[in-house]
């Protein structure tokens, strides 16, 4: 009776000693830390795996948040003038195309739709030539699919309705600066098209005479990019005059979305409800290089500075190793008087984590501030060394976007935790398996 007495009372000491103990792995943790600020070696190691591992953490904020502006500019600017989806004619026009656009718009997805005649030509004014993209839309329906009236920069778009008195079609353009500067013209200006030849009666390998118009510059607009150098718009029944259309008949029908992402799924379901024969268009065909490269360049970079992270991480693993070693004696007193191997792993576990808890918590404070202010950043350092990343000739957007998304910075701060508790555990394990009896019978 007496030993199952002793027995039950060891195990209630044990018990007690395991809740009493279980506090002070944190308590060990924090006053090793303290103690190691007096050793010159152990504490730059420490504080490069903390500087490091706030710098990656920083840095891939940053990064994420301009990945992300970039998608949200890509999604906001250049889809503002890009169709979302189209509709092309394969061989004959679209008939009636008002009542197919009222059938399209019944569609939840869709935001609105417009009609649109695309035609391939030259533009010339006195010496110089210009190969041109041309869209005859219809200016009303245009706006609600497009946001070029809002880059207009001299004339109107609604000038593209007026019409001269000597004829009942409307004989305006509305051109890209590019286009503008390279032909040299004003707002006012004549310029003459050169359109291929309707004439389906020509004989093959016969060259056709081009269709010549002379139209008035009523509109320049300003977006950026080649857009501005390849790009015109004409009305509607000028576009279906040129290619002899009847009335009410459309080459296309634009098609614009609530979700950019989701085009290529709509935009195939409404022609498989369409009535015609059509060729199936979304922006992922034209544009989607744009948005596949800011994806790729968002994974490449994650993975390079997760590298970057784990490598100041397990420095973290020479911090341990070097305090294991120095407290070879205190781990085998802690031993002798009773603490388990979960005191002793968890002690230094601990310690290690304040490293990447301070190093994560300094680097996502940092990264915040920065991405929130990277366009203003940005624009300081190029004003400063009189630099320009980004030019507004070349690219759509003139200016380095940040859209700061909070998951990202959850996720980067958790990875760069993770990683740190991961570099803790070799060393904590090699800590417990110190024998009291080998290191104090050195003593």
């Known amino acids: 009776m007496s030993n199952m007495a002793t027995s039950s009372n060891k195990a209630q000491i044990n018990n007690k000693t395991e809740s009493i103990f279980t506090p002070l792995s944190i308590f060990l943790a924090l006053r090793y830390v303290r103690s190691r600020q007096g050793q010159g070696f152990a504490t730059f190691i420490s504080a490069s795996s903390t500087i490091g591992i706030a ?20 999604a906001n600017k250049l889809l503002s003038i890009v169709p979302h989806g189209e509709l092309v004619s394969v061989n004959q026009p679209i008939s009636k195309w008002p009542k197919e656009i009222k059938r399209i718009q019944q569609t939840p997805e869709v935001v609105a739709a417009a009609p649109v005649i695309m035609l ?43 019409k001269s008195n000597d004829d009942d079609i409307s004989n305006g353009v509305v051109i890209g600066a590019g286009v503008a500067k390279k032909l040299a013209v004003e707002l006012g ?30 509109g320049i607009f300003k ?31 634009r098609v614009k979305f609530t979700d950019v992402f989701s085009a290529p799924r709509v935009i195939k379901d409404i022609a498989y409800k369409f009535d015609h024969y059509v060729y199936i268009k979304d922006w992922t065909r034209t544009q989607g290089h744009l948005f596949n490269d800011i994806q790729l360049v968002r994974m490449v970079m994650f993975i390079v500075l997760v590298l970057v992270i ?45 490293n990447g808890l301070i190093g994560s918590i300094v680097g996502g404070v940092l990264g915040v501030a920065l991405a929130l202010n990277l366009a203003e950043i940005v624009a300081f350092i190029e ?39 991961l570099a803790t555990i070799y060393p904590a394990w090699q800590a417990t398996k110190i024998e009291p009896a080998q290191v104090l019978g050195q003593a």
């Open 310 to 354: 784990a490598v100041a991480s397990f420095n973290i693993v020479s911090t341990l190793i070097m305090a294991v070693n120095n407290k070879k004696g205190d781990i085998a007193i802690l031993k002798t008087m009773g603490a388990s191997r979960k005191l002793i792993m968890l002690t230094f576990i601990y310690q290690g984590l304040v």
């Open 120 to 162: 391939a030509g030259m533009m010339q004014h006195k010496t110089q030539l210009k190969a041109l993209e041309i869209r005859g839309v219809d200016v009303k329906l245009e706006t609600l699919v497009s946001d070029i009236e809002r880059y207009i920069v001299a004339g109107s778009w609604n000038a593209l309705n007026n």
């Open 55 to 74: 710098l990656g953490t920083m840095i891939l904020i940053v990064v994420l948040s301009a990945m992300n502006g970039f998608e949200k500019e890509l």
């Open 189 to 218: 200006d004549s310029v003459q098209l050169l359109l291929p030849s309707n004439n389906s009666d020509a004989k093959q390998n016969v060259f056709s005479a081009p269709v010549k118009r002379y139209v008035k510059i009523v």
């Open 383 to 421: 004003q400063l060394f009189t630099l320009t990343l980004l030019s507004a000739d070349v690219y759509f957007i003139d200016h380095i976007p940040s859209h700061l998304n909070m998951p990202d910075v959850y996720i980067t701060v958790v990875t760069a935790l993770i990683m740190s508790l």
């Open 223 to 253: 977006f950026g990019g080649v857009i501005d150098d390849t790009l015109a718009y004409v009305a509607l029944e000028q576009a279906a005059d040129i290619k002899q259309y009847e009335e009410g008949q459309t080459q296309g029908i």
